[in-house]
Structures are given as C-alpha cells and as structure tokens.
C-alpha cells in the first residue's frame, strides 16, 4: 500500500494535546486512546507527559533545556511509532513554540502531524488543583512551575483547539474523534486490518 | 490479520545485537537494516548504542544502574517499534543479563525477540580499537569498560551466536537473515505490503 519511498503518506499519525497543568490534557487523551483502540481498531501508543518523566526522561527537570529535551524524547518515540503506520497520542504541557514545531518537522517525516490546544483557562486548572501542584507553586514549593512563574507560549494556528472547562473529558475526546476522522477523508481513520 | 486481543502474534520482532565494544554490532546492524528495507521492503528502526546515548540517553553514565537505565529505555522504544509491527533492531552492548531479560519480556509482550551474541573475542575487539576505547581503558583514562574494568555476562542462551571475528560485517549481517528467514517459516519476513 505504501513503500520506502512515499513513507510520508503512511496511516500513521501523531497528536499532542498541549495545554496547561490540570488542562484535562491526560483524561482527554485517556478516554481518545481508548476510543482509537476500541472502535477504530488501530494500534496507539500513549505518551503521557508524567509517564514519561518517570522512564524515558527520568532524571529531567523543569527548566527550559530540560524541558526541551523531555519533548524531545517524546517527539522521537512518537515519530518511530509514525514511521511503522501507528497512532501516538502525546499529552504533555509542551511549553515552548519551538519544541512543538520540531516535534512536527520530527514526526512529519513519516506521517502527519496535529496538534491540539486543550486550551482550559488557568483560573479552571488552579481551582481543580488536582494534584496540589498549583497550590505548592503559589507558596513557592514548586519553581518553574508552567503559567505561575515559567511562560506556556499559547499555540497561534493549532490544528485543534478544545476548551476543556466545558463539558467532559469524554466529551472533549470525542471532538478530537470528530476532528480526526473529518481531517481523514479518504485515509483511513479506522483499522484496515 | 491481526488484532488487539492477539497483538503478541504480531508481525513485529525486535533483535538485540549484544556484545563487547568493537565486536562489530553497529556495523552488522547497518547492514541487516539496509537489507531488511531495501530487499525485504520493511520499516525497521536502529536503535544503536552510541547514537542513542547522544539523544534518549543524554546524560546517562556507565554505572550499573545508568547501564540498565541505558537498555531499559531502548528496550521500551523497541517495543512500541513491536508493537506497531515494525523491526526494531538494537545494537548495543547490554552487558548484564538481568537488563537483557527484562527487554525480552518488554518485547514480547507484543511480538518476537531475538538475542544474537557478536561473540568476537575481547582481543581481537581490542586489536581492532576503532575508537581508540581499549587504550583509554588500560591506561586508566575510561573507567568501567566492559571486558576491562566493568563485567559482561555473555549470554548463556542466545538465539543466534555471531563470530564476528571470521568473515565481514555483511556475512555476520547475512547469517541473521539466514537465521530469521528459518525461524520465521510461516510468518512473512517480507512485507506484506
């Protein structure tokens, strides 16, 4: 169906959900993956910012270097699972513009590339709070800590943009399946297996 | 063909090239990758060593337990590659068993893993020093150097044992073709594509 020479037309694709801490960013992309898996069949790997700091990036920090290379890392295991025709789903703050267009130059040498901006205002994420992290970085606990005192450089042109203050992670999942399989058209969103 | 609930029969296989420094492995598996693409029409990932500790592995020393950081995370990308039915071929030395079983158990949760011991004989690895490695060694000015200062288990069992000290890189590299169109009888080493 595809060879060595036209891999770029692969059925393989990458999305990052970038967005803020406590964004919904990992439900999100729990709830799509599932759906992926389920309904439409296809093989996913899942590469969940927390996750990954605990393997493939354990040892990295917060600042800006690190965090680079933490995308880094992850925009090279999601470009080699793009490269064999999979779906990787990558749910990780991403701060910095830069990082997320090498992520696509990255992944976009075998496949396609979109990016989702689960765009949930910060004052929604600070009142979940769900892991006490923006507490610990307004009492100074946590440095560098993403939209308190490190920059989050919004995307300008997502491929996507959900605002997940409304309606469920289930919800803002399927959006990003409406998303997907109108973006497809004649590609095949669901298995050909 | 295929489908989730029978991923582990997949047509993806990961191979790990495991031996002394300058036993030839990155060498050999140059050549097993370009044949695997260009004759068997395969997508296949390298995952060598050295290139891998400049990126996935930055930072990481030569202790034991860096050692097995270094492999745990190689194996953890070889296994996506696997699980999207792809080849990952890893050409790295993997010095301890324990680091070498837990990638054959990471992989073969989704597919087939090989273990090929380039079993060249520390001497002629020495003689050869290509990267001038064995010398710092002796003289003190590497520490840890597997077959040196540092230990490596050679495998008890590999599924293929390499004496890459007789014959060229491509002969070593044909012998694994050899060795992989044999033990795949039914499956397809080549594309199905």
């Known amino acids: 169906m595809t060879n060595e020479s036209d891999e770029s037309s692969g059925n393989g694709f990458a999305l990052l959900l970038t967005g803020l801490s406590g964004a919904g960013k990992s439900s999100i992309a729990r709830h799509l993956v599932e759906y992926l898996q389920q309904e439409a069949k296809r093989r996913v790997t899942l590469l969940d910012g927390d996750e ?8 990295l ?3 800006r270097e690190d965090r680079m290379t933490n995308v880094r890392r992850l925009a090279y295991v999601a470009s080699e699972v793009v490269k064999h025709e ?3 789903v990558c749910a990780i703050i991403a701060p910095y513009a830069q990082s997320r267009i090498a992520m696509r130059e990255m992944v976009q040498r075998y496949g396609r590339f979109y ?3 689960v765009n949930t205002p910060i004052d929604v994420c600070e009142s979940r709070d769900v892991k006490g992290l923006y507490a610990k970085a307004r009492s100074g606990e946590i440095q560098l800590f993403t939209g308190i005192t490190d920059p989050y450089e919004a995307p300008v042109q997502p491929d996507l943009e959900i605002d997940a203050s409304v309606g469920s992670p289930l919800a803002s999942a399927h959006q990003i399946v409406d998303f997907l399989a109108h973006i497809s058209k004649g590609r095949q969103l669901f298995s050909r297996r």
């Not at 990954?52 to 040892?59: D, E, I, Q, T, Y």
Request: glycine letters at 18%; one cysteine or more.
């Open 52 to 59: 990954v700091r605990k393997h493939l990036c354990a040892g």
């Open 61 to 63: 920090g917060f600042s």
């Open 86 to 88: 999979g779906i990787a």
């Open 115 to 117: 990016e989702v901006y």
